[in-house]
């Protein structure tokens, strides 16, 4: 798709629209793109970590630097997929599918105990220790019927978090 | 753009409620028995993360909205056409002459009465303000700017400050060109910077440069001796937002021009978006390409309303009261208020925010550890 600053073609939006599944209308993906554009700031085609923590209501939130990770540096089309779990249209695995990335940010495909501590330690701050963290989530792993130290997959996440109405939705103003 | 820097613990003295505006949904209500489940599942904070990328009401404030394109169609892009042929080929090169020789007059008799006229001279003062008074309404005629002005006009009394939306240099044109206000505003560079050094003397205007961590406190002081001082009887006009928003939103008002202890005027300005759209994006567009933009424009149409004089109210504090006046001005003009302050589009927001959220968390989580 090249340039930012370029506009978007009818050929462009239909293969954003593919990308993410066809879970945003073409109306949404182009509102996403003006968003994209304004957040953007130099048109590089990408948006920079500087540019998301720009913006402040992003930068306030606990797992803002883990998700960082996952959306620097994304064009156009992956940040659209990359929101597409957040359509209304998306189904419950996929959105447990991002929660999964979220944690398993270095992409393994397991995510492991540390990798638990790290997401309870963003959203705890210094209001938890190491080991009260280790302790409580050691305790849930058990009694759910895990062990610390084989880590989870895919499979178990969706085991675990697949519930009838988990909402993870946001509405893309469309003018 | 520079690095965002993280704001000094200064910062935190101006937020008024910002806590409050924060949604805290993400906290959910952990049950009885904590599970793996309720730990596991981050989704509120997700969401909430997605809902900012995807819309924010701070980056809001500071969107220039382009406006719909009229001339599409057979008839009217002709018309079109010529009207762009006539603002660029006519009216823009008239009024360059008019600012231009507006610029020369003005500086020729500056310079003559700055070197002339004695330091102590009485008239001295007065007669470069009414030159800054006139250099104004110079620029103002080269925009073809149709102002009304509502409320009686600035008088000059001592132991006043006068408060204003800040939407682009140009307020303070506008403003000055009926009163010869003294101004508080950031440096800029370039050839704005060397009329502000040179000019901004007789007016007795306050430079700031928003980036030094020390500078509030100097500017602080700087503000109280210009109230006290006996001498200086021109107004001073302070921009308490401290940016320029894009005149469909009022960011936060920074307390500084309400703990002076003297009555505060507001001054409410909208201008007409029809005409041109006189925000001034400083990401974008240099001052220059600003002025430039604004003299091939038809006109600059706006509406300034002097609001009557405002006190603290006992009990009140300073915050309040600017929320107050920044109320007032809102609806005045039409604007939207949000609680956001501006200084964030250059600094990032304080960590102690996030501290909130984590502690509410962490402790239910701890609780819910208790029980069990």
Redesign the interface.
Known sequence: MGNASSMLTQYDIEEVQEHCHYLFSQQEIVALYNRFCQLDRSAKGFISSEEFLSIPEFSLNPLSQRLLKMVDGLNFKEFVAFLSAFSPLATVPQKIELIFKVYDVDGKGRVTFKDLMEVLGDLTGSFMSEEQREKVLSRVLEEAGYSRDSPLLLEDFMKVLCKPGMTMEVEVPVD | ?A??ATSSAEMDLDRPNIEEY?TVESIQELPEK??????????????????????????RCF?SNPSEPWNWNVYLFPLWCLGVVFRYGILFPFRVIILAAGCIVFFAAFSLVHFLLGEHNKWKREIERKLVVMICSVFVASWTAVIKYHGPRPSMRPQQVFVANHTSMIDFIILEQMTAFAVIMQKHPGWVGFIQENIGETLGCIWFNRTEAKDREIVARKLREHIQGVDNNNPLLIFPEGTCVNNHYTVMFKKGAFELGCAVCPVAIKYNKIFVDAFWNS?KQSFTMHLVQLMTSWAVVCDVWYLEPQYIRPGETPIEFAERVQDMISVRAGLKKVP?DGY??YF??SPK???R???I???S??QR?EE?
Do not use: H, Y
């Open positions: 753009m690095g965002l924060l904590l599970n793996l489940r309720d730990l596991l599942d981050i989704s509120p904070t997700l969401r909430e993360a997605a809902g900012a990328i995807v819309d924010d009401s701070f980056t969107k990401k956001w964030l589009k990032r927001p925010l996030i501290e959220k984590q502690r968390f962490a402790e989580v701890l550890l069990k």
